[in-house]
């Protein structure tokens, strides 16, 4: 776009940081300088036994475990989460996940990683959203990394109208009975990088990684854009 009209536009319409508000500068995208130095890093990458990890141990066969940031009531990964998720701000996930990406490329590469893919979001939600946000995340982190990223992999099961009644019935719903593989997409053999925006009990994630792993050979590693700490 012409220069000039450009600026114009800004000072009409200036784009803002979507951590703290304020007008972004030239060559600062989605957040500013001061919330990018901010982001709460956890530091993690692929450290052994870090806390991601560990919240896995017993419960899923992981290779590698990490999450970029923590996530805090009111603190600026939340407001970027929640940016992403209900303001209609999808490059605030691309944005994220390049970063993410970015600054761990090495660590990620030494593993080498096969494909990249995502936690599928509920129907309704996707509809209501008109994205998956964890899929955006993703798109930034293949573009940072060369990590071919594959959407759809696991897929949240369809209940016919007998189960769905049945399940309401269930108090204690069983969240393995939720997702199953895709079968048109052929993961055996492969390492596959996990990805989702926010980690609480990683409940959701274990339920994806044990259907991934229920394919041959796979090999499984977990990475949350966020880490939610009290
Ligand atoms: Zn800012």
Not at 150 to 160: G, Q, Y
Request: charged share 25%.
């Amino acid at each position: 776009m012409n220069e000039i009209l450009s600026n114009f536009i800004e000072l009409f319409y200036p784009r803002i940081c979507s951590g703290c508000g304020i007008p972004l500068l030239k060559g600062e995208q989605v957040i500013c300088l001061g919330c990018h130095i901010k982001l709460p890093r956890t530091e993690f990458g692929f450290q052994k036994e870090n806390a991601i990890e560990q919240l896995f141990w017993g419960r899923l066969k992981v290779s590698h475990a990490t999450s970029f940031l923590y996530y805090r009531k009111s603190g600026l990964a939340q407001k970027l989460i929640h940016e992403l998720k209900y303001k209609n701000r999808p490059e605030v996930g691309y944005h994220l996940g390049y970063l993410f990406g970015q600054e761990n490329k090495e660590s990620f590469l030494m593993t080498l990683p096969d494909i990249l893919t995502t936690v599928p979001l509920h129907p309704d939600k996707l509809k209501a959203r008109g994205y998956n946000q964890s899929d955006e995340i993703a798109k930034g982190f293949s573009e940072a990394t060369g990590i071919r990223f594959i959407p759809s992999v696991i897929s949240r099961k369809e209940f016919t109208e007998t189960q769905t009644k049945k399940k309401r019935y269930n108090r204690w719903e069983n969240m393995s009975d939720k997702f199953e593989l895709n079968n048109d997409i052929i993961i055996s053999g492969k390492h596959i990088f996990l990805l989702d925006d926010v980690i609480t009990t990683g409940a959701t994630m274990e339920a994806c990684g044990k259907v991934l792993l229920s394919s041959d050979n796979t090999k499984l590693s977990i990475l949350s854009t966020c880490f939610a700490i009290n």
